[in-house]
């Protein structure tokens, strides 16, 4: 059975070289603890959690999958056991404000661990992932007995949480909301109405769960102005912090699903449950994007994470398995044949692996610093300076989400391609990473959508371009400092010649849109693949710059894990970042092509 590694020299490599975070540690209010020395034990002994108790329930748990019967849904065997040891270990409240007995570190620490645990079992770590949302709801917009109800139990690991959105009439477009909530003369609310796909729904790891709804008030506006946000607990707490009666909450089905097995996706039935009211009433969809912003942020990993364990996986069997000689001559003379890893295309699917899991990580780790501005600002009351970093993030929130896991997909397959025939058995477990990936570009907006946020919301109708000139002139900036380096150079350059190009493509599209609106949509999805090959060869570049300095100065233990960074660099810029020029043109391309036919001509099949 294939095993996990934690990739903690190359996660450190990031941490310490590439984007000094125990500097940004010392600059932040709650990174008082966050030492080097602290930062170091978390990532080992998270490593060792992932490694040993994760990974090996990876397999097992997507044979078994979860199970609903008699109204109770059960977890795969192993998952309760693995969840205890992660509530005791303080996993969940890793950067949780410590009023309400988490550890206070910076909001970063938790992604860390969040890539570490999504990489080794994507499955159980969305139990807790999801908890991690509401708690953050609830934190900026809960009133302060809300706060005092739910975020120590939350906190604690001991209640889940989930976000409550999807309705079998309408997914993306919240507008079409219909459950509802009708006030009591208690205070509370009755909610009334199904939701699907609902993540973490329900399940026997947690003694509560804190669902997060969507709802709609009696004579609320219509669209998504009438939306409002409220919290609906599995069982209603006591006065005492505890569990009490039963809510008319009930799972009402689990989704038969291509991937993901393990993590219990369920219909979710609301027959006049009570609610609590979160947030402004109508104001639910503003307060509910600070759930989904962590999500997208989340499922950005689910792309890092597959092509980082495809790839360990398919390099270790590349290394073993044997087939044919190499086309340069026999690199094995004692073998019947060379290892995979001989022939050239084998290394251009590794390299493309590696490539996409280091720089993916490393884009990720670049944002996480933002999130840790943005939520030191909402802590501190600073609104200016959470806004300030809210944009920033907000900018690239739907690359980092669609671009990664559309990437993460790739690496998947090319994963499975490595393995042969052997890569569609099961007990490899090629395919399952395949089958468990494919959902990342799906859900919390698919592609399109993260797309059409990116164009049409980010970059022209909130900044006009604003925000693309923002970042690309701090491209430009890191590009100049590095002309003069013969070994950077080339990769200087072309940054300058893309953060150009970039602007002049926003100026086209946004041209081009005055005349035909359906230009925004058209260029939508090649506009955000180009932006995501662009910003990883910057984080590329960056990651170039350490490695280079560090193979000058010699001497290094790890001299090798430099020159393996150089080579992949290399690569990444002379084989994948030339995709974007075919994303530059398809995108400039007229919407004729797409929009002459009609509905019934595309019908059309004989």
């Known amino acids: 059975m294939p095993v996990y590694k934690a990739p903690l020299r190359d996660m450190k490599f990031l941490l310490n070289e590439v984007f000094d975070y125990p500097g940004h540690y010392e600059a932040l209010a709650s990174g008082g603890n966050a030492t080097p020395d602290i930062v170091d034990a978390i990532l080992t002994e998270c490593g060792r959690f992932c490694e040993e108790v994760l990974s090996p329930l990876y397999q097992s748990g997507d044979d078994e999958g979860c199970k609903l019967e008699d109204g109770i849904v059960t977890t795969p065997r192993g998952y309760k056991e693995a969840y205890v040891q992660y509530a005791m270990g303080g996993w969940q409240g890793l950067s949780a404000p410590e009023e309400f007995g988490g550890q206070g570190l910076p909001a970063s620490m938790g992604l860390l661990k969040q890539e570490m645990m999504g990489t080794a079992n994507w499955s159980f770590s969305m139990y807790p992932g999801l908890s991690l949302g509401a708690m953050n709801t609830i934190f900026l917009h809960g009133s302060a007995t809300q706060k005092h109800t739910y975020l120590t139990p939350l906190t604690e690991g001991r209640w889940g949480g989930t976000m409550c959105l999807t309705e079998p009439q309408c997914g993306t477009d919240l507008g079409q909301v219909k459950t509802r909530a009708e006030p009591q003369a208690d ?39 009438g939306i409002s946000l409220f919290i609906v607990p599995k069982f209603l707490p006591t006065e005492e912090g505890g569990v009490g009666e039963r809510n008319a909450v009930t799972c009402g089905s689990l989704e038969k699903k291509m991937g993901i097995k393990a993590s219990a996706t369920c219909v979710m039935n609301f027959d006049g449950a009570t609610g609590f009211l979160i947030g402004p009433e109508n104001e639910g969809l503003n307060c509910m994007f600070t759930f989904m912003n962590t999500a997208r942020i989340g499922t950005a990993i689910q792309g890092v994470g597959p092509a980082e364990l495809s790839y360990q996986w398919a390099l270790a069997y590349a290394r073993e398995r044997r087939s044919m000689r190499a086309l340069s001559g026999k690199k094995e003379p004692d073998q019947i044949a060379d290892a995979l890893i001989y022939h050239a295309d084998v290394r251009r699917m590794l390299l493309t692996q590696k490539a996409i899991a280091e720089g993916g990580r490393a884009m990720l780790y670049y944002a996480a610093r933002l999130a840790d501005h943005m939520v030191e600002g909402h802590t501190a009351g600073d609104q200016k300076k959470a806004e300030k970093y809210d944009d920033k993030l907000g900018f690239l929130t739907p690359i980092l989400k669609g671009f990664l896991t559309e990437l993460g997909c790739e690496a998947a397959n090319l994963g499975m391609q490595v393995f042969g025939g052997h890569g569609y058995i099961r007990e490899h477990g090629m395919e399952q990473i395949v089958r468990d990936t494919r959902i990342a570009t799906l859900y919390e907006g698919t592609t399109g959508i993260q797309a059409l946020d990116l164009l049409g919301r980010k970059v022209l109708l909130m900044t006009q371009g604003g925000a693309v000139r923002d970042f690309t002139l701090k491209i430009a900036n890191f590009a100049r400092k590095h002309l003069t380096d013969k070994r950077l150079r080339p990769y200087a350059v072309e940054l300058l010649k893309l953060s150009a190009q970039w602007n002049l493509l926003t100026v086209r599209v946004m041209l081009a849109a005055r005349k035909d609106r359906d230009v925004v949509s058209a260029a939508a999805n090649d506009f955000l693949m180009y932006s995501g090959y662009v910003t990883m060869a910057y984080i590329w570049a960056r990651q170039a710059a350490v490695a280079a300095d560090r193979v000058r100065k010699g001497g290094e233990e790890s001299e090798a894990f430099y020159r393996a960074k150089l080579v992949t660099a290399e690569f990444y810029y002379e084989r994948l970042l030339p995709r974007a020029q075919a994303h530059a043109t398809s995108m400039l391309s007229p919407t004729e092509n797409l929009m002459q036919l009609d509905a019934e001509d595309m019908a059309f099949i004989g």
């Not at 796909?197 to 219509?222: C, M, Q, W, Y």
């Open 187 to 225: 205070g509370s609310y009755r909610l009334t109405g199904t939701k699907i796909f609902i993540s973490s729904g329900d399940h026997d790891l947690t003694e509560n769960i804190v669902h997060i709804v969507l709802a709609r008030l009696p004579d609320a506006p219509k669209g998504t102005r």
